[in-house]
Each structure stands twice: as structure tokens, then as C-alpha cells.
């Protein structure tokens, strides 16, 4: 049996999209149990309800504390039997709350090439920075925001014509790629944990190396 996973999501949920879209097709041995969103109005939970997945709201602000959002967010994961969480574009910093009740268990992916540019507005904070390249990062969650373990990671090289939305849209691409593959990884039992490191056993060979502007020794 596959994973029974629960996503948490605040905004659009394309990457949300990319996983019950893996998941049907059989790509991804996964069942998507239930989505929850922070957000009542999130387009997440309509892309849910279209897939015949059950969506729930769990409100910011109606709970005194972060801690008790986390708890009612575990209550509705736990009666919909879930034993891996995925946030997919969640905007909320998780408490230890909902990572006690999935160790190891929860993941997230980010727009960028962690430990490089955490938080939000990225791709400006990389054109701005000057970097060659970017790329998506799937972690583990842990208590630090964007600062996990790092499974699997997709580089793309920035061109001098981006734009923050040009670059962007070619890196989301990457997302709907290495997102379900993280979690397929996660489902075979194909992943340990050793300090900071992910480690993929058996490994999965790299693609080798990139350059960018392109090198001609």
C-alpha cells in the first residue's frame, strides 16, 4: 500500500495538481487523502473537490495560538488516516505540534536553491543577487522555516532577460517534476536521514554538471 498523504495548501495548489495528477496516473504510488487549506477562499481545496478528494478548512486566526491551529490541522489528518503530510505552497511556519505527530513524515518544497533565498519573493531576491543559476529544493520540515533536510533539488539556469515572473514560471515547472518524485522516493523507502543530509538508497545518479554562461575549455 502507497502513502496516504495529506496536503496542506494556502494558495492556487499547482503543485497540489502535480501530485493528484502523479497519483492517478499510478506515477506516484500515493493516495491523496485530504487537503486542507488556511484559507477558505484557497483555489487549492476547488482543485481537491474536482479530484474527488475530501478539502477542509482550517482558518487562521480562529485558533488562540499557532500550536492550537496545528492541533486542529492534526485532528483532521488523523481522521482521514494520513501518514505523510506534503505542504504545497502553505504559507503558515509549522510548530512542533504537527511535526510530533508526522516525524519525518512532513515535506515541503520552495522555490529556490536552499540554503539559498528562505522566505518569500525569491526569484527577485536571486535576480537581484546576480545568481547564475536557481531552482526548487523538496525538504524535510523542520521547526526552522525553509531549513530541512534536503531530498531532491532541480537547478535553472537564469537567463540576463528574466524577469522574476519569467523565471518563476520555468522553475514551477521543475516543482511539478521533483515534487512527486520526492514523495515516490518516500514510498519505495528509499530515503534516510543522516544529520543534514538526505541519503538515496539505492543513490539515483546525478545528471552531471551545468554551466552558465556555457563554458568552452
Known sequence: ?????GVLASGSGSNLQALLDAASSGRLDARIEVVV????DAFSLERAR????AAEVV??????SREAHDDAVVDVLRRHQVDTVALAGYLRLVTP?????????????????LPSFPGLHVQAAALEHGVKFSGCTVHFVDEEMDHGPIVIQAVVPVRDDDTPESLAARILREEHRIYPQALQYLAEGRLRIDGRRVVVDPPSPGSGSLHNPAVKF
Open 1 to 5: 500500500m502507497g502513502l496516504r498523504v
Open 37 to 40: 487549506s488556511d484559507m477558505p
Open 50 to 53: 474536482r479530484a474527488g478528494v
Open 59 to 64: 482558518a487562521w486566526g480562529a485558533a488562540p
Open 97 to 113: 505540534v504537527l511535526l510530533a505527530a508526522f516525524p519525518g513524515r512532513v515535506l515541503n518544497i520552495h522555490p529556490a536553491l
